[in-house]
């Protein structure tokens, strides 16, 4: 970059000191000074030349004072309040307003806007020039090397989690651990984000919530606490985030990734009437979201702030929640991106729908309402969310503009692709598949009018929105625009907002179309016809990596006895929940969908057969250990049975596969439900054995969740078996289902206990391959000396400690 | 121009990352304690231009020191900034008996710490 002759110079005209220390440090080469107020803002305008005016509209003395009559002004950026939206966009353009923020401000935006206004170059971007590093990634790199230094003992407050969790599964919990577990949570609540790990703060801070107090906790907290303990342990073996992309805590672009949104979305629930906020908040735990509650609008920004939520649920109908609800709505809309509203109000007149709508709600439900209905609401929104980014192809032949299309439309989320030559046009179109084209009119050689009849006379083109850029708005120009099969027309030049909300506009409405054509209506996954084209996709993949590609077909047992049963209702909420597990289960990229019925199927790109028996086993395990409640019976237990195919092993194209993977399944049916089985699995003889590190015998499935997850975030692979008559089939016989290096066995098992599975292993001379070692309630001498002589390699009571089994794990497996 | 700061905190990985922070991005000098108890000895003997002071710490909390701090003539006049990662109400009427310049959030983000603490106290860089 060449150095401009004079410095640059901005003046930041109203705002805190922060705003204009973060301009200096990002920008290069620029001079930022400040103003307080009006009248010095003024003074410092007209001693000399500017090359750019930051100025709060709610600077001291008011931005007029600041504009009116001055003389030449640099270009402005505007600081509108909270909401914004204060001034229409023709007194703005007037003003020399060239580009408007609001409060609070995102400063990463702030900066890429002011770097291309002044030419200069944002220090971010210059990392790579060597020499004298700027301090913001001197800082960076310093910060990662100091995180390679605490990770250890960091990570080792995770161990206090992990006990607490135990002893309160085994009912020990003491006040001393509990209070332990609190204060370690507390700080890695307040050290770990500092690292990159905002994720992790957030979860260490919810664990400190839950042991607060002195409430007591039982099951449904012991595994909150060991989820929370295994996401810890993940997020900080993972890389941290680099600091600039850290969430800041007012205005930054928050945005989750979307396997963020997809592991636990956060439904913020705004309204005062407590009961039916819990009803929802217990609904929505049901299709795995998490809820935040807030009884007033200032709670609700406060929540905000805190944690990005995926979506809010807001009640109007509250005591003047009306105006307060509404300019909340009107915040949440104009979040970058936006945070979607379901409004939740009493009253069902038109004009307060057009209000909502106006103001950008996505929802609009009438009270009183099933909380039920309310959560469908909003994971219908959800998913719509979760589409892709969308994409336009911008044609026009000045660069200039393209250059500005691009800037404007990138924060707002849309990914922009420039072409400057029409006459590769269609190629592009063909690359790119946008999801609609901005067209200029005049351009040498090809017209943009000739090139939106090209579109609209193709099939594949002729529903995509097509919005051209003129500089010509008489009416005889608008008049063809249209009658060439354009959607909209925005002139140039074009201001801004004008151009992104007309654009997002269109996109939106895409969106919504293909969310509708694509998925499921009651689960939300896609449909068949969506699911086809995917998984065309990823076999395509497949072949052209050399990669394999599993496709498993899932149908609910006995589904049509919970219809009869317990009527469609249950039945609905069913296959909710298995669509639920099934999306957590899996990838971003794998593909889950309904097709119709209580049937499912699943492709999963780069995965053989064992490991999407081992996957589909999982969400299996996870709908057992589940069951539906039922009011006044007994829970409600569902399974279901998969049938696997593998490419191109069992078959080379999708039918084929689709072929074996039903025959699978019916495979699956008659050997007794409740399984999933591979292409190739012949009742008596298993395909494979498979070779494992610990098997985990033991029927508390919370104890046993911690147990798998301690040992796989070590390393080791492992297996839960929770019944004792199950694990001694699986791992005897002349040709085992499985072979372990060591079994963890639990005593006290319903059916077969834990001393006859040992004798069961010592008699097949399992024994001489695996070691066992035996957990006992408590340290009675006779059981344990009864156990080490059937053949336990060793033994360790009940409570345990998971470092400390985990160090027996380890001395048994070397000796 | 050059500040010098205190940091109080028990925790190596937040002092040196706060420590860090402050001299990279701000410039200041920075003296760095492990507890309450060095922390007004150390206060005490360089008169810093403000403390930034951990609120959880074993033995002598940040609140503690904060009123230690105020009853010594020699460091009654430093601006204290309390660090915390979480206010709870109990805490909060603790913080509302001192006279604190500031209580910022944990965790912080080591960019903006500086910043921060610059307009907790009014400082214009």
């Known amino acids: ?815 | 121009m050059s500040r010098r700061i205190l940091i109080v905190d028990d925790e190596d990985d937040i002092r040196e990352v706060a420590q860090m922070s402050l001299e990279m991005v701000a410039g200041w000098e920075v003296i760095p304690a492990r507890n309450g108890e060095e922390g007004l000895r150390l206060a005490a003997e360089h008169v810093p231009d403000a403390i930034l002071l951990d609120v959880m710490m074993p033995v002598m909390d940040g609140p503690a020191t904060a009123l230690r701090l105020q009853d010594d003539p020699r460091t009654a006049g430093i601006p204290v900034i309390l660090l915390t990662a979480k206010v709870q109400p109990a805490d909060r009427r603790r913080f509302e008996g001192l006279s604190v310049a500031g209580v910022l959030a944990k965790p912080f983000d080591p960019m903006e710490l500086a910043n921060q603490v610059s307009s907790a106290l009014g400082w214009r860089e």
């Open chain 1, 1 to 815: 970059m060449s150095a401009p002759a004079q410095p640059a110079r901005v003046l930041v005209a109203g705002f805190e000191d922060g705003v204009a220390s973060f301009l200096a440090r990002q920008l290069r080469g620029v001079t930022v000074e400040t103003a307080p107020d009006a009248a010095a803002a003024r003074a410092q305008l007209s001693g000399g030349a500017w090359s750019l005016l930051l100025l709060d509209h709610e600077i001291p003395g008011g931005p007029g004072g600041v504009l009116d009559g001055a003389p030449a002004l640099p270009p402005i950026f505007l600081c509108l309040p909270r909401g914004g939206g204060a001034l229409d966009d023709g007194t703005l353009q007037a003003r020399g307003v060239t580009r408007t923020f609001s409060h609070p401000i995102d400063r990463q935006a702030l900066v890429r806007e002011a770097a291309a206004v002044l030419g200069a170059e944002p220090v971010a971007d210059t990392s790579a020039d060597g020499g004298g590093a700027a301090p913001a990634d001197a800082l960076g790199e310093a910060v990662r090397k100091a995180w390679e230094r605490f990770r250890g003992p960091v990570t080792a407050r995770v161990d206090a989690i992990e006990n607490a969790a135990i002893a309160v599964l085994e009912g020990r919990l003491t006040e001393e651990e509990r209070r332990h577990a609190e204060r370690e949570a507390h700080k890695l609540a307040g050290s770990v984000g500092t690292f990159g790990f905002a994720q992790g703060s957030r979860v260490a801070r919810e664990v400190e919530t839950l042991l607060q107090g002195s409430a007591p906790l039982g099951q449904a907290e012991a595994l909150r606490l060991t989820d929370a303990a295994v996401a810890l342990r993940r997020e900080l073996a993972r890389p941290p985030s680099p600091l600039t992309e850290m969430p800041r805590a007012a205005g930054g672009d928050t945005r989750p990734s979307r396997a963020q949104v997809r592991a636990t979305p956060l439904l913020l629930v705004v309204d005062d009437d407590a009961e039916l906020a819990e009803r929802i908040s217990m609904e929505a735990s049901a299709r795995a979201m998490r809820t935040r509650l807030a009884r007033n609008v200032a709670d609700a920004r406060v929540a905000v702030a805190d944690e990005r939520p995926a979506a809010v649920l807001l009640n109007l109908s509250f005591e003047d929640g009306a105006r307060h609800g509404l300019e909340l709505l009107a915040e949440l809309s104009a979040h970058s991106p936006r945070i979607p509203v379901v409004v939740l109000t009493g009253s069902g007149a038109f004009a307060d729908r057009v209000e909502v709508a106006r103001l950008g709600g996505v929802g609009f439900l009438q009270k009183p309402i099933a909380p039920q209905t309310a959560v469908d609401a909003v994971t219908g929104v959800l998913h719509l969310g979760q589409q892709r980014r969308s994409c336009v192809l911008a044609v026009d032949d000045d660069p200039v503009i393209l250059d500005a299309v691009q800037r404007l439309l990138d924060p707002a989320g849309v990914e922009v692709h420039v072409l400057d030559n029409p006459e590769r046009f269609w190629e592009s179109l063909e690359e790119v598949c946008p999801d609609a084209v901005l067209l200029d009119i005049d351009m040498p050689r090809v017209s943009g009018i000739e090139l939106c009849r090209v579109m609209r006379n193709d099939a594949r083109w002729s529903a995509t929105p097509v919005i051209f850029l003129t500089a010509r708005t008489e009416a005889e120009t608008v008049q063809r625009v249209f009658s060439a099969g354009a959607d909209d027309y925005v002139a140039k030049p074009f201001v801004g907002p004008e151009l992104v909300t007309r654009v997002t506009n269109r996109l939106e409405r895409v969106q919504l179309h293909r969310a509708l054509a694509d998925s499921d209506p009651l689960t939300g996954v896609a449909n068949r016809r969506r699911s086809d084209e995917l998984m065309g996709q990823l076999m395509h993949l497949a072949v052209r990596n050399r990669q394999p590609f599993a496709l498993a077909l899932l149908d609910l047992d006995h589904f049509k006895l919970v219809n009869d049963r317990y009527g469609h209702g249950m039945g609905d909420e069913v296959l909710r929940r298995v669509a639920r597990l099934l999306e957590r289960g899996f990838r971003a990229e794998d593909v889950v969908a309904r097709w119709g019925g209580e049937e499912f199927v699943v492709g999963m790109y780069g995965m053989d057969k064992e490991d999407a028996v081992r996957r589909l086993e999982a969400v299996l395990e996870q709908l057992r250990a589940e069951p539906f409640d039922l009011p006044g019976a007994e829970p409600l237990r569902v399974t279901f049975s998969a049938g696997i195919a593998q490419f191109p092993v069992d078959g080379d194209d999708l039918p084929a596969l689709y072929r074996v993977a039903d025959a699978t399944l019916y495979q699956a049916k008659q050997a007794g439900r409740d399984r999933v089985i591979p292409a190739g699995w012949t009742a008596d003889r298993p395909d494979r054995v498979t070779q494992l590190d610990v098997v985990v015998v033991e029927d508390d499935p919370a104890l046993a969740r911690l147990l798998l997850h301690a040992l796989e975030t070590r390393g080791y692979s492992s297996r839960w078996i929770a019944d004792g008559r199950e694990a001694a089939e699986a791992l005897t016989g002349s040709r085992p289902e499985l072979r372990a290096r060591l079994v963890l066995l639990d005593v006290d098992l319903p059916g077969m206990d834990g001393h006859a599975v040992l004798r069961r292993l010592a008699r097949d001379r399992v024994l001489e391959r695996t070691r066992v070692i035996v957990l006992t309630v408590r340290a009675h001498e006779a059981e344990v000396v009864q156990a080490l002589e059937e053949g336990a390699f060793d033994h360790v009571s009940k409570p345990f400690s998971i470092p400390i089994l985990l160090q027996r794990i380890r001395r048994t497996m070397m000796a």
